[in-house]
Structures are given as structure tokens and as C-alpha cells.
């Protein structure tokens, strides 16, 4: 795997340990999986693989020294894709997703694609389907999966 894809990968587990949907052991396995097929590994890696006790925000730290490059686009493309599958069917997490995508969104944190003005309403699909005046949340869910799906 070339550097800057490792970081591109690295970019892409920072993402999820650090918003929550993704645990440390992600990047924990990740490292030794590069570090087993490769003799001479980038030392951050191997910070990364024995980082498996740290917080999510010293992993981030540790990912976030992976030498090289990256596609900020295509690491949030794939960091999207993880979401939708830690979401999966459950309506609480893509409740706690539309939140973190309005906020992400608003702090410009996805701007390095074209996220449209859509995800800005995710997060009040549910207070207003919880409120009775717009939909269900099942449609609430459905909206954050849609999106997700067009996104990554």
C-alpha cells in the first residue's frame, strides 16, 4: 500500500474513532494488518498498533502522524460508508448521525464534498417527527440512510 493511500486510510479511521462510530481496535487491527505484510512499515504505524488502550482522541493523534498525503474527499466518502453501516437499522443511531452530520456540515468539516443543503434538515426530521408535525421516525431514519447513501 502506498503512503499516501495509508494515509488516506488513516484519514478515514481518524474520522470514525473520532466521532464514535468506529472503536480503537479498528485502527489497532488496521496497523497490524499493514505491518505484517510489509518489512519496513512507517513508524507511526507501529504507534497505532500498540495504541489499543489509548482514547479515541489519542488514536486520532497517532493516525493523524501517518506520513504522506491524502484525499481528504475519498477518506470522507469511505468514513460516510462506515456510518451507514454502523447504523445499520437502528433509528437511535441515525438520530445520533443526522446530529453529527448537521454539526460536521456546520463546522465545515465535510466540505471537502458536495454535501447539498439536505443534511442540514436530517437532524430536525426527528424532533419534528418526534413532535407529530412531520413525518415518522421510520421516514426520519430513512432520510439519513438516503443521504448517506448519496453521499458515499
Same mark, same amino acid.
Given at each position: 500500500?502506498?503512503?499516501?493511500?495509508?494515509?488516506?486510510?488513516?484519514? %478515514?479511521? *481518524?474520522?470514525?474513532?473520532?466521532?464514535?462510530?468506529?472503536?480503537?481496535?479498528?485502527?489497532?487491527?488496521?496497523?497490524?494488518?499493514?505491518?505484517?505484510? !510489509? +518489512?519496513?512499515?512507517?513508524?507511526?504505524?507501529? +504507534?497505532?498498533?500498540?495504541?489499543?488502550?489509548?482514547?479515541?482522541?489519542?488514536?486520532?493523534?497517532?493516525?493523524?502522524?501517518?506520513?504522506?498525503?491524502?484525499?481528504?474527499?475519498?477518506?470522507? %466518502?469511505?468514513?460516510?460508508?462506515?456510518?451507514?453501516?454502523?447504523?445499520?437499522? +437502528?433509528? !437511535? *443511531?441515525?438520530?445520533?448521525?443526522?446530529?453529527?452530520?448537521?454539526?460536521?456540515?456546520?463546522?465545515?468539516?465535510?466540505?471537502?464534498?458536495?454535501?447539498?443543503? +439536505?443534511?442540514?434538515?436530517?437532524?430536525?426530521?426527528?424532533?419534528?417527527?418526534?413532535?407529530?408535525?412531520?413525518?415518522?421516525?421510520?421516514?426520519?431514519?430513512?432520510?439519513?440512510?438516503?443521504?448517506?447513501?448519496?453521499?458515499?
Amino acid at each position: 500500500m502506498s503512503v499516501d493511500l495509508l494515509k488516506t486510510e488513516a484519514a %478515514r479511521l *481518524r474520522l470514525g474513532i473520532t466521532w464514535g462510530w468506529l472503536p480503537v481496535s479498528t485502527a489497532v487491527l488496521w496497523a497490524d494488518a499493514i505491518i505484517a505484510g !510489509n +518489512d519496513a512499515p512507517p513508524a507511526a504505524l507501529l +504507534d497505532v498498533s500498540l495504541g489499543g488502550q489509548l482514547d479515541p482522541g489519542e488514536m486520532a493523534a497517532l493516525l493523524a502522524a501517518v506520513p504522506g498525503s491524502h484525499d481528504e474527499a475519498a477518506a470522507l %466518502r469511505v468514513a460516510l460508508q462506515d456510518l451507514r453501516k454502523w447504523i445499520g437499522a +437502528d433509528m !437511535n *443511531r441515525s438520530e445520533q448521525a443526522a446530529r453529527w452530520l448537521n454539526a460536521a456540515a456546520v463546522n465545515g468539516d465535510l466540505n471537502a464534498l458536495p454535501i447539498g443543503e +439536505d443534511v442540514f434538515g436530517l437532524d430536525d426530521a426527528f424532533s419534528l417527527a418526534r413532535g407529530g408535525q412531520w413525518g415518522t421516525l421510520a421516514e426520519a431514519h430513512d432520510r439519513v440512510i438516503k443521504y448517506l447513501n448519496g453521499a458515499a
